[in-house]
């Protein structure tokens, strides 16, 4: 049981926000401040020790079901204006856009990489994930997973990798094409109720894991890596949840 509930005002806010000017502990991805240390380093990163449907997991994609009323996702990203930001455990990018799950309208918030790719699916990782994270009016969480393999450029990100800003903190002003460009041909998925992947580990997030990966090429893959070679927070346990798949 998680005994705190985060208004989703301060969930929004802390989404939306980069790291800089909120006091909260520092976590990391090795040492004192490695994931399985997250639970102790605050009260209120409680969840990533004793939450009980934590975020991301291993997909085994024999024991999905599929769900045959599963609701198709309808994004309508456009081109704008967008802040890439060095958090200081990884790049986030904060934009708008607009997602309908459905007939139910989500905002993105903003979209991040995890190298490697967070989920796996059948124990494999890809070697880098995009998440986008969009929320309701109420503060309801969905999360996009898109894969990244080698092979072509993306040209997507094209636009601003080779500008990532290096230092914590650090912050580029681009123009951004529609972040449709970055979304695989199918929008196929697996989806389940997970978590935060990052500290304070909030549960209720949906993730909607597109099957069908796109590519980076091995230079764009490295640019990222040589500022965070390892920021993914290792597969938690299924508990009894059953990831369902929209086709
Ligand atoms: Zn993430």
């Given at each position: ?46 969840a990533c020790?004793?939450g009980t449907s934590q975020a ?138 997970g978590s935060?992947t990052?500290?304070?580990c909030?549960e ?32 938690q346990p ?10």
């Amino acid at each position: 049981m998680v005994s705190k509930v985060i208004p989703a005002t301060a969930l929004l806010l802390s989404l939306a926000l980069p790291a800089a000017g909120l006091a909260k502990p520092k976590y990391g991805y090795s040492g004192d401040i490695a994931p399985e240390k997250w639970g102790k380093l605050s009260p209120d990163y409680a969840a990533c020790s004793i939450g009980t449907s934590q975020a991301p997991l291993n997909i085994v994609t024999a024991k999905t079901v599929k769900d045959a009323k599963s609701q198709a996702l309808k994004p309508n990203y456009t081109p704008g204006s967008a802040d890439v930001i060095n958090t200081g455990t990884g790049i986030q990018v904060n934009l708008k856009g607009d997602l309908k799950i459905g007939s139910a309208d989500y905002k993105l918030l903003q979209f991040h990489f995890h190298a490697h790719g967070e989920e796996a699916i059948n124990g494999v990782h890809y070697p880098l994930n995009a998440h986008l994270v969009h929320a309701n009016s109420a503060g309801n969480l969905k999360v996009i997973g898109v894969n990244l393999k080698v092979g072509a450029p993306n040209a997507y990100l094209e636009s601003f990798w080779s500008k990532l800003p290096a230092k914590k903190d650090g912050t580029l002003k681009v123009n951004l094409p529609s972040l449709a460009g970055l979304l695989p041909s199918s929008l196929a998925y697996f989806t389940y109720i997970g978590s935060l992947t990052t500290p304070p580990c909030t549960e209720g997030v949906q993730f909607f894991i597109l099957k069908e990966p796109v590519t980076i090429s091995a230079k764009q893959l490295d640019t990222f890596l040589k500022l965070y070679p390892n920021n993914a927070r290792p597969v938690q346990p299924l508990n009894g949840r059953v990831i369902k798949s929209s086709n």
